[in-house]
């Protein structure tokens, strides 16, 4: 068994094989696939199988001869790209509270992936420290009487 590991290549995340073709591994095992399924909805089932979206699942078994409803292929790809919008807003909302939630006394500006740079308040708040702390040194004065020292 060990000698077997050695040839092959190892799988990390023990994801099955099938979920791991490529398109024509994929159509090669189609057939076979589509033989034996039972389900009621092909396309849904051959999606699930090889872990694939369903537009690709579609694309694929219409490549082998499946017919779909024009309107059906349409649904799917408005689902598809309404699940996309709601994961890049899920995704730029959880941006602006981790960058906004009062961590920034200053933003700047934004990066290309719209992540915010400038001054953070803990950055100001040790400003401020550093400037009171240079205020006071300057109001000390430059000598020190005998009595006050200890010795």
Request: charged share 35%; with cysteine.
């Amino acid at each position: 068994m060990g000698e077997r590991m050695a040839k092959g290549k190892k799988n990390p995340n023990n994801t099955p094989r099938r979920k791991r073709y490529n398109r024509n591994a994929r159509l090669q095992n189609a057939h076979k696939w589509a033989e034996q399924y039972d389900g009621k909805n092909i396309a849904k089932g051959y999606s699930n199988w090889f872990g694939v979206d369903l537009l690709c699942a579609i694309t694929e078994l219409e490549m082998l001869g499946y017919k779909f409803k024009q309107s059906y292929k349409k649904q799917v790809e408005q689902s598809l790209m309404a699940r996309k919008k709601q994961k890049e807003n899920r995704k730029r909302k959880a941006m602006v509270e981790n960058y906004e939630d009062g961590t920034f006394y200053f933003i700047a500006g934004y990066t290309s992936n719209g992540v915010p740079f400038g001054i953070t308040r803990d950055e100001m708040d040790e400003d401020e420290d550093l400037s009171r702390q240079s205020r006071s040194q300057e109001s000390m004065p430059f000598f020190i009487d005998d009595e006050d020292l200890p010795f």
